[in-house]
């Protein structure tokens, strides 16, 4: 046996790579000197079965590792992370945006439908539309939210639909969706998306109608996608669910199961004060917690029921929730309570997601939800048994769980409710899920149980089919219970517990590490408890051993404790905050023995998954680093890794497969071992494509994108649903209190055979920063900082627990027999008698970018340095963000324990505080990070270490860059002075960087252009009046002239200057430059204004040789030789290069033509047409052709705009909708079916459609259609953002550099506006200096070049807003009343009489005109206020506008390049200067030859430009040669011109964002608008263009009912059982419910037949050119004005049958909207459903086109034909109707006949004689004719025997007598 222990152990570790010699003695020593009985002990312990998976285990890998090799690098210190502590949940301010448009489809009769928004407990609603199945809303509704983004994204969105009634509504549909579902949309948003509405209460009706609405949920600084609405009466409603990208347009129902088993190690304790008080008087008896779990999904929530006394309770119940599947809402909420007397108290918060345990993709390759059955842990607040918990919000799911708190038994499943076969397939799942596959030994016991279930659960109950959640009792298969327990063993050794705050004061301190409830000595399983056995833990009970420890504990040497021995803290060399605890040679160690399920596979594939992640995200890092050298290296490096990646993933699922499941795998294990294949085999493809790259080159950047996806796949498939082993935890226990803590997840220590499944930081020294539990306060949290070894594995390895230990040591047992606890089992330490002297170098030579601390906007930074118990502190400097501090910090003879090869290897980390020094009060703290040294030993040689860039964080914020490096020396023994040497200290005795190791520097020449300050805000409340700019930069600078009055003339008079400085020659070493703006105050004070930073210097780098401009000037004559013969040019001419040619030939294909030419979008780039490939004779031919063609589509023109009667005139609004149709078109909103055109239109002219069209005589009418609607029309650009952000800020001649004030070092105002105070405008060039010193290149500096004068200019500044939309609501009732407010220096402009009542998208089309002087007036600012009545009106946002950079800008934003040029009508150019003006001002600004003008075409500099030249108006007149059109062209593509290279700004509207300075970063709206600007020294321009909004055209609708046909029966007379209507027809348009009107009754129609001759009169008012009417009521009887609102026209007519005594009955509705409804039946017969309902495109009418139409059309009802109208409309213009008036109903003028109705028609209450003629005698004549004789002959023989017995004794009596 002794041989063979060894070689187990080495067994064990063949996967290591092979260890040095030495260490590997070192170790076999180690084990030796424990003794020969525990070998043998720990191998019988060791089950022979454990063993030969073992051996199984390496035979599989052996092949297999060396495609991990390079994963897991043999280390015995984790990965130095240099951020001290993960981002917290921060509260973050998000804004939900939903605007409800319309509905359609909704299921009811003559219904008045509201819709009503909640999220959470806020509720709004939209206006209630009357008697409508289609309502229009159009209604925006904001909703507020703060807090963290986790919270928000499970909170619901719940937008029901109701039928409003007097009394109580009633749900028509609702639909749900979850906010994180809206936030992972792109853009973040839902936009013009159908939402489906479906009734909770009964999921088999399946839908209930359609939704339109948009959902966005914006967090500070989300970019908003505005998109333009479109209105477009044909959509699809199908294909524009409200559903994320993926999803089936079907949504099954399906039930989803979750399954609560049980429970077990809840806390005991009862949280509520009054049962604690219980527990003190009757003792420690039971379990004070009686726990329930509640399960949300979906916003429904369903509770099991409440266990008593029991702290592993067990439930058994499942809790059924319906949902549509797949769901829009993502996680499941699960939370176990403690039901209190007073109230309950949340335990613990799990979430999980479905996305994470199920998948989406289609076919066998998806999985529905799964989980389980299977545990997952809680956490939670501490265990502490305080009467009231202070970390609460840690059990309620708020922040990291501190501790553990239990674990619960569950299971999810999902069965789909859906008929025929998929059905069979899914239920199938589902049973065997309920079976869940474990043992299948008990088969009979087994079917008997799942029979049940099932029975039970199809149960037909009501419930069954409302979403209302069911909670119900299962029976449990027993296989479920039959768990395989492991025992795990969690070995740790403290190596370091450093910095530890002083707030502890000098008492002792412990430290304990726990795993579930085992070790944690509150309130759960001693260390070395066995078995299931879990006993309560006094601290007496822990005296006896239990029985398994002797092995575990002799086979290590270490006994079986939780915690390490109490010690008092010693104060921290140099920093009196800091202590530490004494751990020199005595490492103390814990060893905790726990039991779990034996599912560690799950965690395994986890850290072999995480491994493949980290190794390209390093690899990555690497490639970025190599980039900066050299491309061809960065891309060999992605193809290595790539390769690397692929064998890797190859290796994972060879070894996963062949891995024995064992009897505990879960249906979700079989799944993600399915999904983890298909996903790496998807990658490893992907990855191969990368690599061989057939088709293209790919760029290094997109490989590197690529791989980054890669990266994000792996991560998500990383985090497994499935717990097993829970997370440890570390705390710092102090006077008997828990302290500080680190949590450490048990996969990262977590130890297999198998070197890549073993967790990245298992058995490895890893530096973890303890912190406080709950919400930390800012600043430096870090309660103490631990060097721990961590091991956890199953105890059968227990052998390797210390194998990565350093080497050296012996383990020492000590009794605790002095601490009083006789009891206590005894502790280990390490004992390490080597120890080493070394002397570590920090050399701190600069930081960069850090956190401004103090109000001035600037910090006094130093350093604290902390090195195991040493600490030194750099000198301070005042007043900077970027110290350079250039110090050595000397820690002399620190020792360190251990061999000093390892310490070389793999030495301590050392801790970097950054604060900043105040005068008052203690430092502040701003940012830290963590640095490993480079470490030489005695016998090596020296070399200086290398500076580099340590990142900063402070909190959640990014602090700067550190540039330092540290060297760790070790001090020879023979001759401690043998030192590298140092530069000699300065007075103070500080040591400066020694030269060798400082960066090499080189002479630069800084050029500064100095051009003015902005927007300076006051400084100590007083306002700037004299201020002067400083530059500085790595110790030198240069000032700025002073500026005499600020208010006058903010511009420098001096514009440029320049220093010379010595900066690093490796650009990344650069310096910032810093920019510091003072302020000179009354007798010589200066005051600082702000400051801006540049942490790059390598934007200003000029590489350029100085004979920069002489380049324009020189004519590429190079292109002539290549003119082609058979051109039809002289020869000389140089030929333009094909792209040109886009920009002139037009081409002629089905008698229309287009000019196609490059469009100066970004957002639609030119379409590359078949153009180029035309040959050169070909293309003049074209260009004849066009001439004529232009000549016969002008008059062409002119004849259609005529035809295309009054009403559309064409004015700057057709111009406006024209491109907003053009931009929708070029970003592919409208599908190009039937609609051929619209692939050619993205050229800048709408083609002319040439009617004679010989091929195509049947084109579709569609097409006819669209192109009588659109007039061909000169278009602008409109672009979605600002101008600002299409051309790079306008920063092309000057930059804005933003200078900042006050403190940035809290969350708060870390990027708040208000730290800006003000603006510097200049620019900066560097470059070497040359040797001679000579610096101008002809007397001027560089950076002059190109720079306009500065001196003031006036300005005539035209501003244009034309609408706003998504405005901010003001008003409490969600509106607005929105009007303009301009402020330009001085100058306000209020707009406010004409405000736009209660409207959030409001028109405008005002402009304004101001006159300015550049550049005291430069900034202009929009703002958009709130009108109130009463009260200050309040500000809704505004947006600013920089003028002055657009003013000068080479890309010449005075004035927008119109597409076309025209002098007169809605076009009519608007510059003051015409285009040939504008070219040849620029070329002269330019240096460039030209432009030359010739007939047909225009030359600049080399370039040649072709065009029409010559026009003629009609076929009489004289051509007029006109070179402005071709001008235009040659302007729009400027950007081609060699040397010129800048694009002009196109005609525009810009949509810019509004902001509201109490909401940063959220958008409040946007406005559309243009500026124009026109110096005064030129001409001055014509009129400004009139865009005011529309005027709605007053309209009549007559509508004339004739006859009903067919009408459904809904009385039946109660003599005849005959059935009869009395019907009447009542209409209106929608939006004008008031004005409606019916008909008169046409009484006791039988056969459904009505006449009437009746007439309705509806005028209102409309706009032809959007399609929408205009409609202008009070909202409600409180609103002070009228609100204008746009809808589309919609005609309503309904057939009712009238009731006396109850209500009306409703037979049906017509819906016609007037701009298209389908053409009229010409007679009853023909006319059925299906001439409204199938209706296509061509089929549909337009009144405003047919003016007259008369026909018969069908009323519906729930989807049935119930009636059928004759109908006639006429549409007559408010003027022809005063003309020619008509009276309503039949009245007087042009007056209708009475209608000839049956005389069965009245009304029986008011004739009931003539009721009972026609009723009861019409039918029943006969029979009451033979009734009443019968009637006769009865009272005659009634009468007859009545009268004859006395006839008879009368005669008896009188006849005898």
């Not at 709004?124 to 809303?137: D, H, I, L, R, S």
């Not at 970097?912 to 030993?937: F, N, Q, W």
């Not at 009484?1643 to 009746?1654: A, D, V």
């Not at 139409?1749 to 213009?1773: D, N, Q, S, Y």
């Amino acid at each position: 046996m002794e041989g063979k222990k060894p070689r187990k152990g080495l067994f064990a570790g063949m996967k290591l790579k092979k260890k040095k010699k030495g260490e590997k003695g070192l170790t076999i020593a180690n084990k030796d000197a424990l003794g020969d009985h525990d070998e043998i002990a720990s191998f019988l312990h060791d089950t022979l079965g454990r063993q030969e998976e073992a051996e199984e285990d390496l035979v599989n890998s052996d092949a297999l590792s060396s495609a991990f090799g390079s994963l897991s690098p043999n280390r015995k210190r984790a990965k130095l992370v240099t951020r001290i502590h993960e981002e917290e949940l921060k509260s973050q301010n998000y804004q939900i945006a939903i605007t409800i448009i319309e509905a359609r489809q909704l299921v009811g009769e003559n219904i008045d439908p509201v819709v009503i928004i909640e999220i959470g407990d806020e509720k709004k609603q939209t206006t209630v539309k009357e008697g409508t199945n289609a309502p229009f809303y159009n209604e925006y509704f904001v909703f507020d939210f703060v807090g963290p983004q986790v919270l928000l994204f499970d909170k619901i969105i719940n937008i029901s639909v109701m039928h409003n009634k007097l009394i109580g509504s009633v749900l028509i549909g609702s639909f749900k969706v979850d906010l994180g579902t809206v936030y992972i949309q792109p853009g973040h948003q839902f936009c013009d998306k159908w939402a489906l509405l479906t009734d909770p209460a009964d999921i088999r009706t399946g839908a209930k109608g359609y939704l339109k609405c948009d959902l966005s949920v914006t967090g500070k600084g989300d970019a908003i996608q505005a998109t333009q609405k479109t209105a477009d009466t044909e959509e699809q409603i199908e294909k524009n669910l409200l559903i994320p990208k993926g999803f089936p347009s079907e949504r099954p129902w399906a039930r989803f199961y979750v399954r609560i088993y049980k429970a077990e190690g809840l806390p005991k304790m009862n949280s509520s004060i009054m049962a604690n008080v219980t527990k003190a008087f009757i003792g420690d008896s039971k379990d004070l917690v009686d726990p329930y779990v509640v399960v949300m999904f979906a916003g429904q929530m369903g509770r099991t029921t409440v266990q008593k006394n029991c702290a592993d309770p067990v439930w058994h119940e499942q809790i059924v929730f319906k949902e549509m599947f797949p769901p829009l809402c993502r996680r499941v909420k699960i939370q176990v309570w403690d039901e209190g007397s007073m109230n309950d108290v949340a335990l613990a918060t799990h979430f999980i997601d479905l996305k994470k345990i199920s998948n989406e993709q289609d076919g066998d390759k998806g999985f529905l939800p799964t989980f389980g059955p299977a545990w997952i842990n809680l956490y939670g607040s501490p265990r502490n048994h305080s009467l009231i918990d202070d970390h609460q919000e840690l059990n309620e799911g708020f922040g990291e769980g501190v501790s553990f708190r239990g674990r619960l038994f569950l299971e999810i499943a999902v069965e789909i409710l859906s008929g025929g076969a998929r059905e069979s397939k899914f239920s199938s799942i589902i049973k065997d899920i309920k079976l869940s596959s474990k043992d299948k030994a008990l088969k009979g016991k087994d079917k008997t149980d799942k029979a049940g279930e099932d029975r039970k659960s199809a149960s037909p109950s009501d419930k069954m089919n409302s979403t209302e959640v069911e909670v119900e009792p299962f029976d449990v298969p027993l296989e479920i219970y039959e768990e395989k327990f492991e025992e795990f063993l969690l070995f740790g050794t403290f190596f370091e517990a450093t910095m530890i705050d002083r707030k502890f004061g000098d008492k002792p301190i412990t430290f304990e590490v726990s795993v579930g409830n085992f070790g944690n000595t509150t309130d759960g399983v001693p260390a070395g408890a066995g078995g299931k056995k879990k006993t309560h833990s006094g601290e007496a009970e822990e005296s006896p051993l239990y029985d398994g420890e002797d092995d575990i504990s002799h086979d290590l040497g270490v006994p079986l404790v939780s915690t390490t021995p109490p010690e008092k803290p010693l104060i921290t060399g140099g920093n009196r905050n800091y202590q530490y605890l004494p751990y020199e040679e005595r490492k103390p160690c814990v060893c905790v023995r726990s039991h779990w399920g034996s599912q560690t596979f799950r965690l395994y594939s986890s850290n072999t998954l995480e491994k493949m992640a980290d190794h390209l995200e390093e690899s990555l890092e690497q490639v970025k680093d190599l980039i900066k050298v050299s491309e061809t290296a960065a891309e060999e490096k992605v193809k290595k890794t790539l390769n690397g990646f692929i064998n890797q993933s190859r290796a994972f699922m060879v070894i996963a497969e062949k891995k024995p499941r064992g009897l505990n795998c879960t249906a979700l294990d079989k799944k993600r071992l399915m999904l983890f294949k298909q996903e790496l085999e998807a990658m490893s493809s992907d990855a191969k494509r990368i690599i061989q790259q057939q088709k293209k080159k790919m760029p290094v950047d997109e490989m590197i994108r690529e791989t980054q996806s890669f990266i994000d796949k792996i991560r998500f498939l990383v985090d497994e649903p499935q717990h097993t082993v829970p997370d440890v935890f570390i705390w710092m226990i102090s006077n008997n209190k828990r302290v500080a803590y680190a949590r450490v997840p048990a996969k990262n220590i977590l130890y297999s055979p198998a070197k890549e499944q073993r967790g990245k930081d298992c058995g490895k020294i890893k530096t973890h920063f303890l912190k406080l539990p709950g919400k930390r306060p800012l600043g430096w949290t870090v309660q103490a900082k631990v060097d721990i070894y961590l091991w956890l594995g199953p105890s059968s390895y227990a052998h390797s627990a210390m194998d990565n230990l350093p080497v050296g040591y012996e383990i020492e047992l000590s009794s605790n027999t002095n601490s009083g606890h006789s009891g206590l089992p005894s502790s280990a330490c390490l004992l390490y008698k080597t120890l080493h002297l070394f002397q570590l170098r920090a050399h701190m030579y600069q930081a960069r970018g850090l956190i401004a601390a103090d109000s001035t906007g600037l910090s006094d930074p130093f350093a604290k340095v902390t090195f195991t118990s040493h600490c030194q502190t750099t000198k301070i400097i005042s007043q900077t963000l970027s110290p350079t501090w250039n110090q050595t910090l000397l820690f002399n003879n620190i020792v360190l324990h251990g061999d000093k090869e390892e310490i070389a290897q793999f030495p301590p980390e050392i801790v970097i505080e950054l604060y900043d020094d105040d005068a008052v009060g203690k430092a502040e703290y701003i940012g830290s990070t963590v640095a490993a040294p480079v470490v030489r030993l005695a016998h090596q040689n020296y070399e200086p270490p290398k500076l580099c860039y340590h990142p900063v964080h402070c909190g959640s914020l990014s602090g700067g860059d550190l540039l330092a490096t540290f060297e760790l020396l070790e001090i020879p023994e023979s001759d401690p002075d043998r030192l590298p040497p140092l530069d000699p200290p300065d007075i103070g005795q500080i040591y400066p960087v020694p030269a060798n190791i400082r960066p090499v520097l080189s002479k630069y020449r800084v050029e500064v252009l100095f051009w003015g300050v902005r927007e300076l805000k006051k400084v100590q409340l007083l306002s700037v009046d004299r201020p002067q700019v400083l530059i500085e930069c790595a110790g030198k600078g240069v000032k700025s002239s002073v500026i005499q009055s600020y208010k006058k003339n903010p511009n420098f008079t001096g514009l440029a200057d320049w220093f010379e400085v010595e900066l690093p020659e490796n650009e990344l070493l650069h310096p910032p430059l810093s920019i510091c703006v003072v302020d000179w105050r009354a007798f010589g004070r200066s005051t600082l204004v702000g400051t801006h930073t540049i942490n790059c210097l390598k934007q200003f780098l000029c590489k350029t040789p100085l004979g920069l401009q002489a380049a324009p000037n020189r004519v590429d004559i190079a292109e002539t030789e290549k003119a082609s013969p058979e051109s039809s040019q002289p020869a000389e001419l140089p030929q333009e290069d094909p792209f040109l040619a886009d920009g002139i030939y037009a081409e002629v294909e089905q008698g229309k033509w287009t000019v196609v030419e490059p469009d100066p979008s970004l957002t639609a780039p030119p379409a590359t047409e078949p153009e180029h490939s035309a040959s050169e004779p070909g293309k003049e031919k074209k260009h004849k052709e066009i001439k004529k063609s232009i000549r016969r589509s002008t008059k062409r023109r002119k004849r259609t705009i005529a035809d295309e009667s009054a009403e559309n005139v064409i004015d700057w609004w057709s111009k406006y909708y024209a491109s907003v149709l053009k931009m929708q078109k070029a970003k592919g909103i409208f599908s190009s079916e039937g609609k051929p055109e619209d692939n050619k239109q993205t050229s800048d002219h709408i083609a002319l459609i040439i009617e004679d069209e010989p091929d195509k005589k049947k084109k579709d009418k569609t097409l006819k259609r669209m192109q009588k609607e659109t007039p061909n029309l000169a278009t602008l650009q409109i672009y979605e953002g600002d101008l600002e952000s299409e051309f790079n800020n306008f920063e092309d001649w000057v930059k804005t550099f933003q200078l900042f004030r006050g403190k940035s070092n809290d969350e708060v105002h870390a990027d708040a506006e208000d730290r800006i105070i003000g603006k510097f405008k200049g620019s900066f060039c560097i470059y070497p200096s040359a040797e001679d010193g000579s610096l101008l290149d002809g007397g001027q500096p560089r950076i002059l070049q190109g720079i306009p004068p500065n001196h003031p200019v006036k300005v005539l500044i035209r501003v244009y807003i034309v609408a706003a939309f998504n405005l901010s609501p003001a008003d409490p009732d969600g509106k607005s009343d929105p009007y303009i407010v301009l402020r330009l220096g001085n100058t306000e402009i209020k707009d406010r009489e004409n405000y736009i009542p209660k409207q959030l998208n409001p028109i405008f089309g005002r402009s304004f005109e101001i006159q300015a002087t550049f550049p005291k007036d430069s900034l202009l600012t929009v703002l958009i206020y709130d009108h109130d009545f009463i009260g200050t009106d309040d500000l809704i946002g505004e947006t600013k506008i920089d003028l002055e950079n657009r003013f000068y800008s080479r890309h010449r934003a005075t004035c927008g390049l119109q597409s076309q040029y025209e002098i007169e009508g809605y076009n009519a150019w608007r510059d003051a200067t015409k285009p040939s003006e504008i070219l040849t001002k620029l070329c002269k600004d330019y240096r460039i030859s030209g432009p030359f003008m010739r007939p047909g075409e225009i030359q600049v500099g080399s370039k040649i430009f072709k065009g029409q030249t010559v026009f003629t108006e009609d076929e009489n007149e004289e051509p007029v040669e006109s070179y402005e059109h071709l001008s235009l062209k040659v302007l729009r593509a400027w950007e081609e011109i060699p040397g010129a290279g800048y694009r002009l700004v196109p005609e525009h509207i810009e949509t810019r964002p509004l902001y509201h300075k109490d909401k940063p970063g959220m958008e409040q709206g946007r406005v559309q608008m243009w500026v124009d600007m026109f110096p005064n020294d030129m001409p001055l321009p014509g009129p400004p263009v009139d865009i005011s909004p529309r005027k709605p055209k007053g309209y009549e609708l007559r509508v004339i009912i004739w006859n009903t046909e067919d009408v459904i029966l809904e009385d039946e007379n109660i003599f005849t059982g005959q059935k009869s209507s009395d019907i009447y027809v009542k209409g209106w348009i929608k939006g004008l419910e008031e004005d409606k009107q019916e008909t008169d009754v046409h009484y006791n129609s039988l056969t459904g037949e009505g006449n009437f001759n009746w007439r309705f009169v509806f005028p209102f008012h409309y706009l032809p050119a959007e399609k929408q009417m205009v409609v202008t009521k009070r909202e409600n009887i409180f609103s002070l004005e009228k609100t204008e609102r746009k809808i589309p026209a919609e005609l309503v007519l309904q057939v009712w049958d009238f009731e006396r005594l109850s209500s009306d009955d409703f037979l049906g509705t017509l819906e016609l909207d007037l701009n298209g409804f389908p053409r009229a039946a010409k007679t009853a017969k023909s006319c059925d459903l299906g001439t409204v309902v199938a209706a296509s495109e061509e089929n549909k009418i337009s009144i405003f086109q047919q003016k007259r139409i008369r026909g018969w059309w069908p009323f519906i009802k729930a989807g049935e034909l119930t009636g059928k109208v004759e109908a006639e409309f006429h549409l007559v213009t408010a003027e022809e109707a005063e003309k020619n008036p008509v009276g309503k109903a039949r009245k007087e003028p042009e007056p209708l006949e009475k209608p000839n109705r049956p005389d069965t028609s009245f009304s029986w209450f008011v004739n009931p004689f003539k009721c009972l003629y026609h009723l009861i005698w019409r039918n029943y004549k006969k029979y009451i004719i033979i009734g009443i004789i019968l009637l006769i002959l009865v009272i005659f023989l009634v009468l007859f025997i009545y009268t004859l017995p006395g006839a008879i004794s009368e005669r008896i009596v009188t006849g005898t007598g």
